[in-house]
């Protein structure tokens, strides 16, 4: 709670007395205790120089008594003074150089307390001591035969040190009661002081509150009362000051909101009346728009379902085209002939792509998709994907790399349909805007939880590239980057929509980032549940322990993959990335390897092919070719005779493992022969 919270505890009137009390008693308190405690002390002295001018003449008096020993003399002395002094002198005594009584005013007690223990010698002057409610003062008696030395060091010559003609001290007992009375009066008398300026605070401070915080706290009754709604309350009385000014202010108020409450009242009237209108005309558009409503979802409903049954009507031909010009371009055709063929199948399949992605998207529009949960292998699906994909990769000469990190489960359960819907759309459209580089997917693990994983998916391309202020609609139906892209790429722009809303539903999310002729980098977030039971057959990837391999690839993005995912089954990673590297490694080295895996495009274009694939195999167990490019298959008869097998790129994971834990030489493949030219 704060100090603000505290103040508001406390009343006006509170506030007013406190303030108005506090200084007084505090000044008047600090002034009672000066004045006292310096009458203490002005007491206190007035009693010692009182003694002292006692003390002082009867030490002289003494000295003769002592010098003579006539001690009755110096008796009679010393119990006349003390009688004489009664009120003041209680007791006195003399004692010689041996700290021994000598004379006593009268029969005490006890006169020990008497007695100085100090040595005699450093008693040099008047002495004091306090005893209970009691002084003592204490003095030498000297000889007036003494002599006097005075320091050289000292300029003040009453500073003399006596060398001799101490007969002894005389001790004096003072009275402090009549002090101690004088001390008592003047602290009762301040403190009647005190009381007396208290009393006259509080009549005036009690007057100021009657004046001042009464006529608040009436004003403080009225504002309530008005914040209630009584506007017809006003502050009455005759007020001084700036209470008057606020008593005015007050009433000018009040006035003010009953006018302002009667004008708004008016106003609610008029604007209730209004509404009452309004309400009535919102009921009748409200039947309007429900039966418009109705008559809107109905042919929303019969679109989607003349939508549905129009694309499985359109497939079923589709199909019977495509399928019969793939047979087509079996049969002896002229180049011209199967030009048009190979044409009539492209554009069959692009309009059944889009058929396909229409209905997906009818489906998501009205909220009919159902995803399957079923187990299936991931790096399966994401091979078969890719796969299909691979071609178009080849066409362009595009390096496409599959990287999946090893920790990544492979049994997991989901729709492995709809994963492979989302590859194939964010793969596709960047092998499509890529005419050079790269097409690079890569799936990290982010998240895992006992029944559950969350993968991280990331498309990145070297290909155009998107405008940040065209990038928001990607993920709009119907919606591409520039209207140009439709024409010079084709597609609908129902690809990524339909993959954002799968993977939403899936409940992962999609983003995209991208700088223009650079390339883009699409990511989406992928939860999968883990599987059950065990889908993939596990790689017994110890065998390959120890193994050296051979690594002939010059792209670096191919090489960093394979090489980190050998080095994953502890193999012996030698990596070579030119002919050059590779024609030394050949000529300046015996070491035999385990296995080669070779894949090079400038490789396939050397007229040294053969002769460099002989060499190879002959430092090598096991020699492996992966096909990357089209210039490679077009040398597929020459290649696989100097090599042990051929895969084609980009090479899964299952398949490289299996391909290494079981090698065998595979049969050569014939290529198909030339088809022959009918004339027309």
């Given amino acids: 709670m704060n100090s603000a919270d505290n103040m508001t505890k406390y009343s006006l009137r509170a506030w007013v007395l406190v303030l108005a009390l506090a200084p007084t008693i505090l000044v008047g308190i600090l002034l009672g205790s000066y004045f006292t405690i310096n009458r203490f002390y002005e007491l206190e002295q007035s009693l010692i120089e009182r003694g002292s001018n006692i003390i002082e003449p009867l030490a002289i008096a003494a000295e003769i008594g002592l010098e003579t020993k006539n001690f009755e003399t110096t008796k009679r002395l010393i119990t006349s003074v003390q009688l004489n002094k009664s009120n003041l002198v209680q007791f006195i005594a003399i004692f010689d150089t041996n700290n021994r009584v000598v004379v006593t005013s009268h029969h005490y007690k006890s006169h020990e307390f008497m007695r100085y223990n100090q040595p005699i010698d450093s008693l040099n002057g008047i002495e004091i001591e306090q005893f209970g409610d009691s002084l003592i003062l204490r003095s030498p008696i000297l000889s007036s035969q003494r002599e006097l030395i005075v320091s050289p060091f000292d300029n003040n010559a009453n500073a003399a040190q006596v060398n001799s003609g101490k007969l002894g001290y005389i001790a004096v007992l003072l009275n402090k009661e009549n002090a101690l009375l004088e001390q008592h009066r003047a602290a009762v008398a301040a403190f009647i002081m005190v009381l007396i300026g208290v009393q006259l605070n509080l009549l005036f401070t009690f007057r100021l509150v009657k004046n001042v915080t009464q006529p608040i706290t009436d004003m403080v009754r009225v504002v309530a009362k008005i914040r209630e709604g009584k506007l017809d ?8 000051g700036e209470l008057d000014l606020l008593k005015r202010g007050i009433n000018a108020m009040a006035s003010s909101l009953s006018d302002y409450h009667e004008e708004m009242q008016q106003n609610i009237d008029q604007a209730t009346s209004d509404l009452r209108e309004t309400l009535e005309q919102i009921e009748i558009q409200n039947v309007e728009l429900d039966l418009a409503k109705k008559r809107a979802l109905e042919a929303s409903r019969i679109k989607s379902e003349f939508l549905a049954n129009m694309s499985h009507e359109l497939r079923t031909p589709l199909n019977g085209v495509i399928g019969f010009a793939k047979q087509l371009l079996k049969t002896p055709l002229h180049t ?5 063929i190979k044409t009539i199948e492209k554009s069959a399949s692009n309009l059944l792509n889009i058929i396909n992605d229409i209905l997906d998207f009818s489906k998501l529009e009205a909220g009919k998709m159902v995803l399957e949960n079923m187990p299936f292998a991931l790096r399966e699906v994401v091979d078969d994907t890719v796969s299909m994909l691979a071609n178009s990769a080849k066409e362009k000469e595009l390096e496409l790399v599959v990287d999946i990190e090893p920790a990544i489960n492979d049994n997991v359960s989901g729709d492995a349909l709809r994963v492979g819907q989302v590859l194939t759309n964010l793969v596709g459209n960047a092998i499509k805007f890529t ?27 070297t290909g155009i590239g998107i405008d940040k202020h065209h990038q928001h609609q990607l993920f709009q139906a119907f919606g591409q980057a520039d209207s140009s892209i439709s024409r010079r790429f084709g597609g609908t722009g129902l690809g990524l929509i339909i993959t954002k809303r799968v993977i939403n539903q899936m409940g992962g999310q999609i983003g995209c980032n991208s700088t223009p002729d650079k390339g883009s980098t699409f990511w989406f977030t992928l939860p999968l549940k883990l599987s059950q039971y065990p889908i993939s057959q ?15 690839e010059p792209r670096k993005l191919s090489r960093h993959v394979h090489q980190g995912l050998l080095q994953h089954w502890q193999m012996l990673v030698t990596p070579i990335t030119t002919l050059q590297q590779l024609d030394e490694l050949m000529n300046n080295t015996k070491q035999r390897f385990d296995y080669a895996i070779i894949s090079c495009n400038e490789l396939a274009k ?28 077009t040398n597929i008869d020459v290649i696989q005779s100097a090599v042990d097998k051929i895969v084609h790129a980009p090479i899964g994971e299952r398949e490289l493992a299996n391909t290494l834990i079981h090698p065998y030489r595979a049969p050569p493949e014939s290529q198909p022969k030339p088809l022959q030219v009918v004339p027309a």
Wanted: glycine fraction near 4%.
């Fill in 435 to 461: 005419d050079e580089g790269s097409v690079h997917l890569k799936m990290r693990l982010t998240g895992t939880e006992p029944d559950k994983i969350i993968i991280r998916c990331e498309v990145t391309d």
């Fill in 233 to 240: 309350t006003r502050v009455d009385g005759n007020l001084i």
């Fill in 606 to 633: 050397s007229p040294l092919l053969l002769d460099t694939l002989t060499r190879i195999r002959h430092i090598s167990d096991y020699s492996l070719y992966v096909c990357n490019s089209n210039n490679s298959a």
């Fill in 336 to 340: 011209s002939q199967q030009d048009y």
């Fill in 538 to 552: 596990p790689l017994d990837t110890g065998k390959l322990k120890q193994k050296s391999v051979l690594l002939f």
